[in-house]
């Protein structure tokens, strides 16, 4: 009976994360995802590697990282924010990501998965 009552437990507690997992807020107005980064430096971590990480998103479409890589950059018409990476170690590699912003914060994801969290500033 005990075994029992572990393994419902185990399975509710994973339903609760899953469900939570799903509950992200995605912007979905193209517009609105342009005015939050256009002009603006986001500055948050890589949750991949734990590591302090920078974008700065020119007016212009260019992009730069914390290692001085550019990329070009754009927001796709389901609201997702797109980079193709010109240098850097990865050149050649495009992407696009949904964006979620709560009480200030930032969270960049991909393929449903949080990668990057942190603030804008500056736009």
């Given at each position: 009976m005990?075994?029992t009552?572990?393994?419902?437990?185990a399975?509710l507690?994973?339903a609760?994360?899953?469900?939570?997992?799903?509950?992200q807020?995605f912007?979905?107005?193209?517009?609105?995802?342009e005015?939050?980064l256009?002009?603006?430096?986001?500055?948050g971590?890589?949750?991949?590697t734990?590591?302090?990480y920078?974008?700065?998103?020119g007016s212009?479409?260019?992009?730069?990282?914390?290692?001085g890589?550019?990329?070009?950059?754009?927001?796709?018409?389901?609201?997702?924010?797109?980079?193709e990476?010109?240098d850097?170690?990865?050149?050649?590699?495009?992407?696009?990501?949904?964006?979620?912003l709560?009480d200030?914060?930032?969270a960049l994801?991909?393929?449903?998965?949080?990668v990057?969290?942190g603030?804008?500033?500056?736009?």
């Amino acid at each position: 009976m005990q075994k029992t009552a572990r393994t419902l437990l185990a399975a509710l507690a994973l339903a609760t994360a899953s469900s939570g997992a799903l509950a992200q807020k995605f912007i979905t107005d193209k517009a609105e995802v342009e005015k939050l980064l256009t002009g603006a430096t986001f500055i948050g971590v890589y949750l991949r590697t734990e590591a302090a990480y920078t974008l700065k998103f020119g007016s212009d479409g260019t992009l730069t990282d914390t290692t001085g890589a550019k990329a070009r950059w754009w927001v796709d018409d389901q609201a997702r924010y797109c980079r193709e990476w010109l240098d850097g170690k990865l050149k050649g590699n495009t992407g696009c990501m949904n964006v979620e912003l709560e009480d200030g914060q930032v969270a960049l994801y991909s393929e449903g998965k949080k990668v990057v969290e942190g603030i804008v500033t500056g736009n």
